[in-house]
């Protein structure tokens, strides 16, 4: 039997990705679709609004009005409106992958808080090549130690309202964690004027915004005489949304908890 899926964020980009992908495959299905009151595609059929045509399921104003336990909530919308959809799941006991990103710390708090009380996968970035990515900058970052000088450079679209991206930040905490450091401490959001030399510990974070660019991230290992590159293309939000279904077939045979992509792909942490 298909997985019932529920599209939170339904009318927007990655909403309809998501859509298409899970009325593509075998193992999914859509049952609910759900976008902000007062949007003009409340009301609508999901599948047109994705451009598959009629799937005879509307977008409503509110996941209370579609959710279910037997189906996989996924969430691409904002931080707040993340942290309600969680409270509902939570109220349900229904499972929910979360992928936004963008929390101020008392969201970051609840979110955390909640998390646990019901099947929960939450990551900044579902692709499987970034999750892979990160295993990648751990072990580099462990293996060439303190003499080499971490860069991260991130580009996105002009849309994306926070910087620097989730998958930066995670790619930042990343390495701070390989090398022992404080990422709150160490990170440098940017450089200019009379900076003065870099300091040893720096873990530099370099934001582009612009276009309609998915989603590049790149961490330098800067040493003497050689430097590692790292990079991550996104070339649709196909990737995004594969590994977000992905997760969503994982998380419904799980107990309640709180995971991330590193659990759902079985990657060592």
């Not at 980009?13 to 859509?19: A, F, K, S, V, Y």
């Not at 409270?87 to 349900?92: F, G, I, K």
């Not at 900044?124 to 293996?143: E, F």
Request: one cysteine or more; hydrophobic letters at 40%.
């Amino acid at each position: 039997m298909a997985l019932g899926i529920i599209v939170c964020g339904a009318g927007g980009r990655m909403g309809r990705t998501l859509i298409n992908l899970a009325t593509q495959a075998a193992e999914t299905k859509l049952v609910g679709a759900v976008e902000a009151p007062g949007l003009a595609t409340i009301g609508r059929d999901a599948g047109e609004i994705a451009g598959v045509g009629v799937l005879h399921v509307p977008i409503v104003d509110s996941l209370d009005k579609c959710i279910r336990s037997d189906a996989v909530t996924l969430d691409f919308t904002n931080s707040a409106a993340a942290v309600a959809h969680l409270r509902t799941a939570v109220q349900h006991q229904a499972p929910i992958v979360i992928g936004s990103t963008g929390y101020t710390p008392p969201e970051q708090a609840e979110l955390e808080r909640l998390a646990p009380q019901t099947r929960t996968v939450i990551a900044p970035n579902m692709s499987v090549g970034i999750n892979v990515l990160l295993q990648l900058v751990r072990q580099a970052a462990q293996t060439l130690g303190p003499d080499f000088d971490p860069e991260i450079v991130e580009i996105h679209h002009k849309m994306k309202v926070d910087a620097p991206s989730g998958t930066a930040l995670k790619l930042g905490r990343t390495v701070a964690e390989a090398l022992g450091r404080d990422f709150e401490k160490s990170a440098v959001f940017g450089r200019q004027g009379l900076t003065g030399q870099r300091r040893q510990n720096e873990i530099g974070m370099m934001t582009l915004r612009g276009g309609d660019a998915v989603g590049d991230h790149t961490v330098m290992f800067v040493g003497f005489g050689e430097r590692i590159e790292l990079t991550h293309r996104s070339q649709s939000r196909d990737c995004l949304a594969r590994g977000a279904l992905r997760a969503a077939l994982w998380l419904i045979t799980q107990p309640p908890g709180r995971y991330d992509m590193t659990d759902v792909l079985e990657l060592k942490s």
